[in-house]
């Protein structure tokens, strides 16, 4: 197989500024990592606050061209960024897993996922309408317009290389905003490869810019302390989401906030225990754990817990661990070391606690950042992994005895993202459907996501929503006209 790194030509290592592929300011570079093996796969430019404001004049100068472009072009750039991931799905699957560690399989998932909301906001991008009705008292008319809210600065994390950019960008381009996008330093390649495909679609100069950087603050403060940025879109952990709500409240931003979750995956006695396993290991293992809607905590009602675990361990043990562009890998490297170092310190602390480790929970030797797929019992309600994102594959598997004991120990956490339940019994699916404080929730699935539904969490998870039509809700402004009409 060649090297994946071929398809980012050198040129294309760099800051993509308007019409320009170029340097960092002071030709400054950071080298980013394979994390399966820590070497250096590839050097990218590393953006100063000079850079960012240099990619938001590009924004800005696009903005009144690319608003006042016809839907259905727009549209179709749109559809032939799809079309291109498409095609180019192995190569950009291949860049994923090498940049993030994630499995080749995973990857190809991932790729699908991304590109679908490139298509789907295709669609959305000629169905934005206004409305026109007469004023109850009569005497004059009002007509809605909805208009692009302006240049959007994007911050993205690491997990979803592509699909957490794809989820802003399309719905962004689809209602004639330009953007600027700056991806986690730890997976910078994905996101210019994206941006090379979509000028290579068609998509005018200025209307999508990457800033690639090691220096997050310093260069996304000063796009947000800008007049002419009008929406902030976030995706990424819910400490760093709150700083930079505080700084977009300075400038009054619209602001969507996708940010961490603590799912809670709850088994009934009466599911379809098969259902349930196969739903389970989704929610818990997709993306290695390394998802916002994993499953964080897993409770088993009473009657079946012993058999649901027994099951359950040995899936997660029988896994293989390995470079994610091996054959037959399903649990790859995770981000870094740090990760490995947190899963450790989260399995210590809940067997301190009295937990037992059924499967898993030591870290293999050697290089990558590694950790098995890991099962616990026993474990405490204030063992520590029940209240963080633990953002690996660590399952820690709980019981309960009442539907109202499981509701309020779901709930009791700051986030509210995601959620799922297993029953073969409507009404109770209702009820936790109703008491969950949950952005979104799996009946009877492990796998939630998909560009058509709300993505998008309550409570500290988040403001707004990605996807649907919602989505492109996220980047008008509905004004009005008053028309007189005597
Ligand atoms: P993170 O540490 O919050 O970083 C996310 C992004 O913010 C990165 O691009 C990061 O840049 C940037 N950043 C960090 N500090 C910043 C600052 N002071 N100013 C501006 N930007 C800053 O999160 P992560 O570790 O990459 O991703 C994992 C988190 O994302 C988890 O909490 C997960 O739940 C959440 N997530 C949520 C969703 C959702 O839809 N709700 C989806 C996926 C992930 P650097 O890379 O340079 O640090």
């Known amino acids: 197989m060649s090297d994946p790194m071929n398809v980012l030509a050198p040129e294309h290592r760099r800051l993509r500024i308007g019409d320009a592929w170029r340097d960092a300011a002071g030709g400054a570079t950071f080298a980013v990592e394979d994390p399966a093996t820590g070497k250096t796969i590839a050097e ?9 404001l240099a990619a938001l004049d590009a924004a800005s100068e696009a903005m009144a061209e690319w608003a006042a472009t016809p839907p259905r072009k727009r549209s179709e750039s749109l559809t032939a960024t799809y079309r291109a991931l498409i095609e180019r799905s192995e190569e950009v699957a291949r860049l ?8 080749l399989a995973e990857a190809r998932g991932e790729v699908a996922y991304g590109a679908e909301f490139f298509r789907w906001f295709a669609e959305e991008a000629v169905r934005v309408e206004g409305r026109y009705n007469t004023a109850p008292a009569g005497g004059y008319r009002i007509l809605t317009v909805p208009k692009p809210v302006g240049p959007c600065v994007f911050v993205t994390p690491w997990n979803f290389p592509l699909a957490m950019g794809a989820r802003k960008m399309a719905p962004a381009l689809a209602a004639g905003c330009t953007t600027i996008t700056k991806p986690a330093a730890q997976t910078p390649l994905t996101m210019l490869f994206l941006a090379r495909i979509m000028e290579e679609a068609g998509v005018p100069p200025g209307v999508v810019n990457v800033v690639t950087t090691t220096r997050a603050g310093e260069v996304v403060a000063p796009l947000l302390a800008d007049r002419r940025t009008r ?7 819910t400490e760093v989401g709150r700083v930079l709500l505080r700084q977009a409240a300075d400038n009054v931003l619209r602001t969507s906030m996708e940010l961490g979750g603590n799912a ?50 040995e899936r997660m043990g029988a896994l293989s661990m390995g470079h994610g562009l091996d054959e037959g890998v399903d649990v790859g490297a995770l981000i870094d070391e740090a990760s490995v170092t947190k899963l450790d310190e989260l399995v210590a602390d809940a067997v301190d606690r009295g937990a037992r480790v059924l499967v898993g929970g030591e870290r293999p030797d050697g290089p990558g950042s590694f950790y098995p797929p890991t099962v ?19 399952a820690p598997i709980l019981s309960f005895t009442s539907d109202d004991e499981v509701l309020a120990k779901a709930n009791d956490t700051e986030h509210g993202l995601a959620g799922y339940v297993f029953t073969r019994d409507l009404q109770r699916a209702i009820r936790f459907a109703e008491g969950l404080e949950t952005g979104m929730l799996g009946v009877n699935r492990g796998l939630i996501s998909d560009p058509s539904a709300p993505f998008g969490g309550v409570k500290q998870s988040g403001i707004g929503k990605e996807g649907s039509h919602e989505g492109v809700l996220e980047y008008l402004d509905v004004t009005y006209a008053a028309i007189d009409l005597p």
């Not at 063992?383 to 594959?393: D, K, S, Y």
């Open 44 to 52: 990218v430019a590393d953006a100063g606050a000079v850079d960012g």
């Open 231 to 237: 929406k902030l879109s976030f995706t990424g952990s």
């Open 96 to 103: 994923i897993t090498l940049e993030m560690g994630k499995p």
């Open 264 to 313: 809670a995956l709850i088994v009934c006695a009466d599911a379809d225990l098969n259902v349930a396993l196969d739903g389970a290991m989704v929610a818990k293992m997709r993306n290695i754990g390394e998802s916002c809607i994993a499953a964080n905590r897993i409770y088993v009602e009473e009657p079946v817990r012993e058999e649901f675990t027994a099951r359950f361990a």
């Open 376 to 394: 616990l019992v026993d474990v405490p309600e204030d063992a520590r992994m029940l209240q963080t994102e633990i953002f690996g594959p660590v």
